[in-house]
C-alpha cells in the first residue's frame, strides 16, 4: 500500500489549522499541523506518533518577538533528552554563532526529534524511516511557527537529524514560493551529514531502501537550496565522508570504524579542530547558497584498536599508518586526501576506479615507509612507553562491554531484616535472592531473544534486496550500453562489488552488534546474580 506525498502546511495554514500541545517550559501553545508524516509506506509511523508528541515538542524559555533562534537537533542514540542541554549550549557557541553571528546560545532550543535507527538503537525503537518522518514533521512545525511569529532561525542538525533537516529542506521546496520561508529568515548548520552530497552515505547509494529494516538511503541533501547553510563534515566519518570507490575494501573498513570512532565525535570538536576545516570547491551551477568544510582527522579510525593496546599499539600503527594512509585515500580518489576532492555539493554516486599514477604511488609508499618507520622509533621513547603502561588495564572487559553497550544488572531488592526474627530474615533473605535470579534471568533472557530477530530481518534482504539491487544496476548498465555510453557501462557494472561490500559491513556491523549485546547480557546477568546475592547474604551475615 503506498501514500500520496503531501505538501507541508504553509506559515498561513499552520495559523489556521492547528492542534495545540502545551509544552512544560513555555506558556504559549504550540502549533502542530494535521497532518501525516508524508514518506510512502510508514503507517507504524503514524501509529506512533500520538505517543511521540509529548517527546517531540519543541522545549525552551519563551522566545520574544523578532528574535534570532537557533533550533537544536541532536544525533542517533543519545541521551534522553535529545539533544542534551550542553549541546545546545555548546553546539550553539561552536557552530552557529561564528557562521550566524547574532544567533548565540541564549536563545537557542532543542526540537526533541526520535532520532532512532532500528536495530541499532534497539529492537523496539523505530525504523530510520519512521524515525525521519516524525522528526520532520516536528521540524518543519516548528520551524513555520517560529516564522509565523517574527523570528529569524537557523536550524543545527547533527548526524540523522541533517537527515531530518534535507527531508524538511525538500518539503519547503515543493510549497510554493509565496507560502515559503524566504532565505533571511532561515538557514541551516549540518553535522556530519549522511545526505552530505559528495560524501554521504545516502548519497553514495541513493534510492537503495532495505524495507524489512525500514531503512531507506534518500540521496543527497538538496545543494540547491535557497537557504544559506553551512555543512561540517568529519574526515573518514562513515556516515557522511564515505569512500567513492568503495571496491578498496581497506577504504570501507576504515569508513565503518570512522563511523564508530570519529562520527560520534562531532559534537564535541574544539574550537582549534573547527578553525582548522578546510573550506571545500564547489560547481555555482549546482546551487551557492551552501559552504562546505571538511574538519581533518589525525589518526586513520582502522587503527584505534590498536592504538589501544598498551606499550606497542602506538609504535606499531604508526609505523603502518602514512603507507595504510595512502591505500585507504585512494577509496577517495586521491592518495593525498581522506575525502573525494571534486565539488563538494555535486552529488556523487559510487563509482569504479579512480586514475591511479602507478609510479607516482610506489614513490608515495616508499616515503611512506620511510616516515612510519622514524614515527615509530619516535614514538618509543621512554616518558610515551611509561603513560601507555599507566594507562593499560584501566578497567575490566566486562567494564568496557557495559560501557559500549550501555547494559547493566537490575537492582539488587534489598531484604527485610528485623533483629531476633530468624525465620523472617531468612523468608526476606530467600526471596530477595529469588527476585535478583529472575530479575537477571529474564534480562538476559529478553536480550537475547531480542538479538535472533535482526540477523532474520537481515537474512531477509540478503535473499530478496541485494539481488534485486543487482539485477536493477545490470539494467542500468544494458541501458547505457545500448545508448552508446560505454563509459556509463563500465562504471556502473564495477560499481556493484563495491556496493555490496558495503552493504555487507553494515550488515555485519549490525549483526555483532547485537551478538555483543546478547553475550555482555549473560555476563552482567551471571556478574549480576553473583554479586547481588552476595550482597543479599551479607545484610543477614555481616
Known sequence: MTFARRRPLSTKQIKEQTVFIHTANDDRDVAAPRRKPHRPGLGPAVAVSAGLLALTAT?????????????????????????????????????????????????????????????LTGVSSLTLDQSVAAGANTLNNAILRQVADGNHVVVLADSQSSVVASEVMRLLAALPADQQPSANELSFVLLVDPDNPNGGLFARFPDLAFPALGLTFDGATPPDTIYPTVVYTLEYDGASDYPQYPINILADLNAIAGFLFVHPTAGNLSPEQIASAIELPTDPSYGTATTYYMVPTEHLPLLEP?????????????????????????????????????????????????????NELLTDLVKGAQLGWN???????????????????TGSPLDILTGVTGISAPPVPIPTIVPGDTVGNMISVAQALGTNTLANLSMALGINAAAFLPPVQLGVEAVTTLPWVNISALLSATDALAGGDFGGFINTIGALPGEDITIGLFAALMFADNILNAVTADLVAFQGAIDGGLEILSAFVP
Do not use: W
Open 375 to 393: 614515527d615509530a622509533v619516535g614514538s618509543m621513547t621512554l616518558e610515551t612507553l611509561g603513560s601507555t603502561f599507566s594507562a593499560a588495564g
Open 306 to 358: 590498536l592504538r589501544a593496546l598498551p606499550i606497542i599499539g602506538n609504535p606499531l600503527a604508526n609505523l603502518v599508518e602514512p603507507d595504510l594512509r595512502i591505500l585507504v585515500n585512494l577509496g577517495y580518489g586521491d592518495p593525498d586526501f581522506g575525502y573525494s576532492t571534486g565539488p563538494a555539493n555535486v552529488p556523487t554516486p559510487a563509482g569504479f576506479l579512480p586514475t591511479i599514477d602507478l
Open 59 to 119: 522545549v525552551g524559555a519563551p522566545v520574544a518577538y523578532g528574535e534570532d533562534v537557533t533550533l537544536v537537533l541532536g544525533g542517533t542514540g543519545l541521551s534522553v533528552p535529545n539533544p542534551p542541554p550542553g549541546f545546545i549550549v555548546g553546539g550553539t557557541d561552536k557552530f552557529v554563532t561564528p557562521n550566524f553571528p547574532g544567533f548565540t546560545s541564549a536563545h537557542a532550543q532543542g526540537v526533541y526529534t526520535p532520532e532512532q535507527l532500528y536495530p
